[in-house]
C-alpha cells in the first residue's frame, strides 16, 4: 500500500511543478495557511496506514530572491486502515528552509513530531524528530499548493527512561493548498 501512496506522490509533485509560471516572482514575507489532505504509515508493533484531513500554518521571512526561512505548525485528523478500527492525530513543530527558481521552492525541515494512535482497547502517544521535504509552488496571488513528505524516528515515553528508542517507522505525505498572507 505504501507503495501506491509513493507513486502517488510522485505524480502530485510532478503536477505541482507544472502550476508554477515563469514569473520571476519572489518569496514574500507574511503569514501562510493551508488546507489539505494527510496519509500516514506507522509500524508501531504492527503496520498502520491512514487518511485524513490537515491544517498548516507558517510564517515566511525572505532572506533573498533565492532563500526564505519557515517556522511552521502542522495538525491531522485521520482514520486507519488495513484492518485497524480507529484514528490517528499528528501534531508537527518545524523549522524549514527553501530555496526558491521564479514561484517554485523546494524546501527540507527539521521538526519535533507527536503522534497519538487510538485503536479498538488500547492508544499510543508517540514522539519523534524528524526530517522532511516540500515541493511547492506559490503563485504571485498568495494562492499556495505543497507537497509535503516527512521521515520521523519513533520514541516512546518509558517511565524508567524518559525517552528509548525502538525499531518503529512512520512516513507521512501531506498535500496542501493554501495562502499567504502579505
Not at 507503495?3 to 503536477?15: D, K, V, Y
Not at 490517528?88 to 523549522?95: C, L, M, T
Not at 497519538?116 to 504571485?140: D, K, M, N, Q, W
Request: glycine share 14%.
Amino acid at each position: 500500500m505504501w507503495r501506491a501512496w509513493r507513486r502517488i506522490g510522485m505524480g502530485l509533485a510532478l503536477g505541482l511543478c507544472a502550476l508554477g509560471t515563469r514569473a520571476s516572482a519572489q518569496p514574500a514575507n507574511g503569514f501562510g495557511a493551508a488546507l489539505g489532505i494527510a496519509a500516514n504509515y506507522y509500524s508501531v508493533t504492527k503496520p498502520y496506514s491512514s487518511a485524513g484531513g490537515s491544517l498548516a500554518g507558517d510564517m515566511q521571512f525572505a532572506v533573498n530572491d533565492a532563500w526564505s526561512l519557515n517556522p511552521y505548525l502542522m495538525l491531522t485528523g485521520e482514520a486507519l486502515f488495513e484492518g485497524a478500527t480507529g484514528g490517528a492525530s499528528n501534531g508537527v513543530a518545524g523549522f524549514e528552509v527553501r530555496r526558491w527558481w521564479g514561484e517554485r521552492f523546494i524546501g527540507a525541515h527539521l521538526a519535533a513530531y507527536s503522534t497519538f494512535i487510538a485503536t479498538r482497547g488500547s492508544s499510543r502517544h508517540l514522539y519523534a524528530p524528524g526530517i522532511g521535504i516540500t515541493l511547492g509552488v506559490e503563485r504571485a496571488d498568495g494562492l499556495t499548493y505543497a507537497l509535503v513528505g516527512d521521515l520521523p524516528r519513533i520514541f516512546l515515553p518509558v517511565a524508567a527512561f524518559p525517552l528509548v528508542h525502538i525499531n518503529e517507522q512512520q512516513a507521512g505525505l501531506r498535500l496542501h493548498v493554501g495562502y499567504r498572507f502579505r
